[in-house]
């Protein structure tokens, strides 16, 4: 047969070979710690001053409390902070946290390496070595930034660092949603539990009195309309 009589057969009896690529299936739900200091995020950001010099903040979250464990603003990219600020938090643990990272020059080097050596943290890649992204550490760029930063003049430097310590401070010490009304350090250290039970009992005792409150209440409209159905009603037959 020659070769447009074939494809004339091909063309007929739809005979093409499906080249729809197939992904994995991306997570719907992030990655979630059990427990304090069981995954950590780490990542750096750029942050502009209002001259356009650039300056680069590094930090690390806590996964599970949702706690800043320590950050480093720098003038110039440093690609020894991740490796400096990972070393100060996990001195002195008893546990051995993953640490989530970007495949990014500051998380591959032998600063990092050495603490991966030494038994200080698992280094574990987003989107490499796992499915799930960094977006823990992400998110919370996006908050500082636009809640915060981008709120103010941003003139120097020392005025960037003063935001960046006050934000923090907030962060750390201001109830959080995911943690049902329970503030990051309450949730990292753990101490947060009893909280959580006056909340829920104050929230029961709380809607069992409003809806006292609203049953208790009557207006003009409401009573007059009460005594016209009570003359409206038809008289007992017994």
Known sequence: ASASAWYRQ?????????????YPASPKVGIRASKVNEIWHIDATVIKL?????TYL???IDNYSRKILGWKLS????????????????????????????SGIENINHQVDALVERNLIH???AQVDILFSNSMIESFWKQIKHNWLYLNELASYELLEKHISFYVEQHNSLPHTALEGLTPNEAFSETGTS??????QQAVAARAKRIGINR????????????????LKPPDST
């Open 75 to 102: 003038k110039s990219f440093d690609a020894t902070a991740p490796a400096a600020l990972l070393g100060e938090a996990a001195k002195g643990l008893p546990v051995v946290p993953k640490a989530m990272v970007d």
């Open 195 to 200: 909280i959580l039970d006056d909340l829920k």
């Open 10 to 22: 091909i063309r007929l009896h739809n005979w093409r070979r499906p080249r729809t690529r197939i």
């Open 58 to 60: 590094c930090a690390i």
């Open 216 to 231: 208790a209440k009557s207006c003009k409209a409401c009573r007059s309309n009460q005594s016209e159905l009570v003359q």
């Open 123 to 125: 280094r574990v890649i």
């Open 50 to 54: 209002l001259d356009g010099t650039k």
